[in-house]
């Protein structure tokens, strides 16, 4: 994972910024690409997992943001519980819950692998309004940014890619990041097979 921030020319990459963009589908704030990862909740968006992941010593905080019918909801609602009862690892561990979230997505939708590799090995990136560091800004014909999201992404594209050239399906088996106490309603967050 690079951290420095790079420049991107906007005519040479896979931007997203809104869902019905050509790849908006990359987005976490996207619907259409809900999973499981129990039986009883149907999670809307990886935006939703995420957030409820920040909150894994408080179930019902958790099911409050999943509950939400869009990732952007599900951000209003963990907002006035970050101060009070983000775990405390969170800031350490936020990448390894993205890229959970992100191959969660994969594991559950071929459209959205298919989007990964329609992309071939340009860059994917993230156009953001104000995060230069998930996503990048735009200057005048240029992103500008660390992209960690394009970033996480791209690995994806990559591994998938991988897999489908080895005859192999790993990507459909999903386990949680080795974190303390990664709780998902008061157990364990489960390793889903599909």
Partial sequence: MNFE?????????????????EWGCFGNMTGGFPFRLTEDTLIPSTENLYQ???????????RKIIAQKSG??????????????TRADFEEHKL???????????ANHKSFGDALLKTDDK?????S?????WGTLLRGDTLMGINILGQLLMELRDQYRQELAAGTTGYKTVTPPNIPNFNYFGDAAPVIRK
């Fill in 52 to 62: 409820a992941m920040r909150f894994t010593e408080y179930p019902d905080i958790q």
């Fill in 123 to 127: 860059a994917i990136v993230e156009k």
């Fill in 129 to 133: 309004h104000k995060d230069a560091w």
């Fill in 72 to 85: 952007y909801s599900a951000k209003l609602v963990s907002k006035p519980h970050r101060n009070t009862h």
């Fill in 96 to 106: 390894e819950i993205m890229r959970w979230c992100l191959q969660l997505k994969l």
């Fill in 5 to 21: 921030s790079s420049t991107y020319n906007i005519a040479d990459v896979c931007f997203f910024s809104k869902a019905q963009e």
